[in-house]
């Protein structure tokens, strides 16, 4: 991607998360977004197929970026670094309150943001644990491991995105700790604790 490229991408990812801070993101346009970040129509598609994808790919770039900045101390011991990660994530969402408010509201429809969150946390438990910093889900007797990994997993991941639905309905301002408060709370005996 050339500087051009760049510049275009950067100024239609801000202008799709102020327009989506300001309304439903299925409100708006292709054409509004264009004109938001001060490009042709056909720039817009050259980026996204849709303004849902575009507040998909900004919002998933900055919560990937703060995921990389929190796991890249190996040092860190099991705790601190699912603390870091979640604080990372959650100052995220709070910056972008009003868009995740909406994306993750009961009327969210075709711009929820829950799959989108969840398959985040996903990601960030499987870095973990090939981290060695998270264990494995304990198997009952016959149970299929992979199945039961999975299902924990996917359990973590949208428990986190419910909890976060929650957490954004406390009145301002909201405070990362108590989030991180909850996690410790929701989370079964065998995942690491803060």
């Known amino acids: 991607m050339d500087a051009r490229q760049r510049r275009s991408r950067a100024a239609l990812r801000a202008a799709v998360l102020e327009l989506a801070a300001e309304r439903s993101i299925a409100e708006v346009t292709a054409t509004d977004i264009a004109a938001a970040a001060g490009v042709h129509r056909t720039t817009f598609y050259q980026h ?4 849902v994808d575009l507040l998909l790919d900004a919002l998933g770039a900055e919560i990937d970026e703060a995921r990389e900045r929190t796991l890249t101390d190996t040092a860190a011991a ?5 603390v870091a990660v979640s ?6 969402i709070d910056h972008h309150a009003a868009v995740y408010r909406r994306g993750l509201g009961p009327d969210s429809g075709g711009g929820s943001l829950h799959r989108m969150l969840g398959d985040h946390f996903l990601t960030s438990i499987d870095l973990l644990r090939e981290q060695g ?3 494995d889900a304990p198997v009952p007797a016959g149970a299929d491991s992979v199945y039961v990994q999975a299902s ?5 991941a949208d428990g986190a995105v419910g909890a976060i639905a929650v957490w954004l309905d406390l009145p301002e301002p909201r405070d990362p700790d108590v989030f991180i408060g909850i996690l410790d709370v929701i989370q079964p005996a065998w995942w690491p604790k803060s």
């Open 87 to 92: 604080r990372a994530v959650i100052e995220h």
């Open 152 to 156: 924990v997993d996917r359990h973590h």
């Open 133 to 135: 910093r998270v264990p």
């Open 48 to 51: 996204a197929a849709s303004p």
């Open 78 to 82: 099991p705790v601190e670094a699912i």
